[in-house]
């Protein structure tokens, strides 16, 4: 039997690293480091949960209403993010994005296209078997991410 680990709350990076690499980040595109942008980040990093844009912006709405952070600007932000790989989306075809942090150690998902709801997996079985495969074929892998999409038990009843 392989072994499943199913709880990835544990942060692999301290919040000060990572608003280190973000700073660095928007002043390698020239943009300017704001409170706005600072929540964006703060909010992903709090988050246990894979959020959409819109889900993102309710968030902040509702903890800091005061700072007035635009659609756009959380937009912006995540496709920055995005772009330098410090956060991964999971697809949901017409539903759009959801958005993590890669702060978390690595996982695999298992997507329900009925409910939305992500299983966040990892199996050692095909970690390694990824690792053979590439180094099968001289393959230097730098990442992964694998998602697999259908419907969770709870929807299946
Ligand atoms: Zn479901
Ligand atoms: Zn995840």
Redesign the pocket.
């Known amino acids: 039997m392989s072994d499943i680990t199913t709880n990835f709350d544990d942060k692999t990076i301290e919040y000060e690293q990572l608003l280190e690499d973000f700073k660095k980040l928007l002043k390698e595109n020239s943009l300017k480091f704001t409170i706005q942008r600072e929540v964006i980040l703060e909010t992903l990093y709090n988050s246990d949960e894979h959020l959409t844009p819109e889900s993102l912006h309710h968030l902040i709405q509702e903890k800091f209403p005061d700072l007035k952070t635009g659609i756009a600007t959380i937009y912006r932000t995540l496709s920055l993010l995005e772009d330098s790989q410090m956060v991964t989306s999971l697809s949901f075809g017409a539903q759009g994005k959801k958005y993590e942090l890669g702060a978390k150690e690595h996982h695999d998902h298992m997507i329900?296209?009925?409910?939305?709801?992500i299983t966040e997996f990892v199996d050692e079985e095909i970690e390694k078997r990824q690792d053979a495969i590439a180094q099968t074929l001289g393959f230097k892998i730098s990442d992964h991410s694998m998602q697999i999409y259908g419907?969770?038990?709870?929807?299946?009843n």
């Open positions: 329900c296209t009925e409910c939305g709801n419907t969770c038990k709870k929807c299946l």
